[in-house]
Nanobody
Framework: QVQLVESGGGLVQAGGSLRLSCAASGLTFSRYAMGWFRQASGKEREFVAA????????IYPDFVKGRFTISRDNAKNTVYLLMNSLKPEDTGIYYC????????????????WGQGTQVTVSS
């Protein structure tokens, strides 16, 4: 059974930083592309970052480029999301996700999802 467990969310002031972690089990982690999506209250889930199986390739939407960094440690079966210069509009539930194959920004292409971790950025 595949499990993705996020941690590291919380309340932070605008301009601050948080690092999210996602521990994976039940899958051959080093063969999966991993990603992060987020969902604000009343809005659709949106793509935040993705990383390929080796960690050599990453993709981001424009609104987080230069602020967020995704990384992974295959020895620990863990993917991270470092978020700097946080803004109130970054508030939402952040979900870890995984898919077999290459990175993708498309929600429907991801097979496995965590339960999410809340990030709240105060102004």
């Amino acid at each position: 059974q595949v499990q993705l467990v996020e941690s590291g969310g919380g309340l932070v002031q605008a301009g601050g930083s948080l690092r999210l972690s996602c521990a994976a089990s039940g899958l051959t982690f080093s063969r999966y592309a991993m990603g992060w999506f987020r969902q604000a209250s009343g809005k659709e889930r949106e793509f935040v970052a993705a990383i390929n199986w080796s960690g050599s390739g990453t993709i981001y939407p424009d609104f987080v480029k230069g602020r967020f960094t995704i990384s992974r440690d295959n020895a620990k079966n863990t993917v991270y999301l470092l978020m700097n210069s946080l803004k109130p509009e970054d508030t939402g539930i952040y979900y870890c996700t995984g898919r077999w194959g290459s990175t993708s920004s498309r929600l429907e292409e991801y097979a496995y999802w965590g339960q999410g971790t809340q990030v709240t950025v105060s102004s």
